[in-house]
């Protein structure tokens, strides 16, 4: 059994190549998906909005992208394999769209930032075929023209760039309305493909120290996430291995 369930949230126990295994069998059947992944700070905005809980909840695909939830999940006698990040897997994605004949739609961040990824993308794999593209500056009145548009497009994967939660809001509030077979949202992913913002060096991705090299960044902004979101993850860890001990 793959999936578990860990301080609120379900999740997928999978590798990077079974998740993108799940991918292609979600793109074949054909029917609207939403895919998400799940960190410290989401399972705290968890505990605090149910509705957006059950959003995340009800996804069919449901990644560990922070190492927090691995090592939390490890701690507590899950099996989680690895940490599949958001950003990972949208790059891993667009290589297998480019071989498969996926087509893709890229929605979010500044609008000469998207036109950069799509450039960059188009450099690197000039056979895939990208459906479409769009900032994410609107009204919320405009949503539905988006979503049409977006089916209009007739792409296989979306890739959304925006902020939590109102990425997974509004991907659930209009999934069907694309009607797209895999919706996936990367939140800064677009800033940092092209060149925007900086991702942490790979030894500090892999010792789980990626949170503090994006809190340098922006120390201000991240303060509260990070510093204060983290105590109170590592509290509710502790809590519900204190409540397993309780009832074993």
Known sequence: MTRQF?????????????TLDRVETIICAGQPVQ????????????????EFAAIINSSPLINADGQSIVWAARFLGHDIPERITGIDLFANLVQKSAEKGYRVYYFGAEEK???EVVRLHRQKYPELEIAGYRNGFFEDAESEEIALAIRESKADIVFVAFSSPKKEQWIHAYKETMNVPFVMGVGGSFDVIAGVTKRAPNWMQKSGLEWFYRFMQEPKRMFRRYFVGNLSFVWKVMKERWRKQDAS
């Open 113 to 115: 930032t998207v036109q």
């Open 35 to 50: 895919h998400v992944v799940i960190n410290a700070s989401k399972i705290n905005l968890m505990a605090e909005n149910k």
């Open 6 to 18: 860990l301080l609120g949230s379900y999740v997928d126990s999978l590798t990077m190549e079974e």
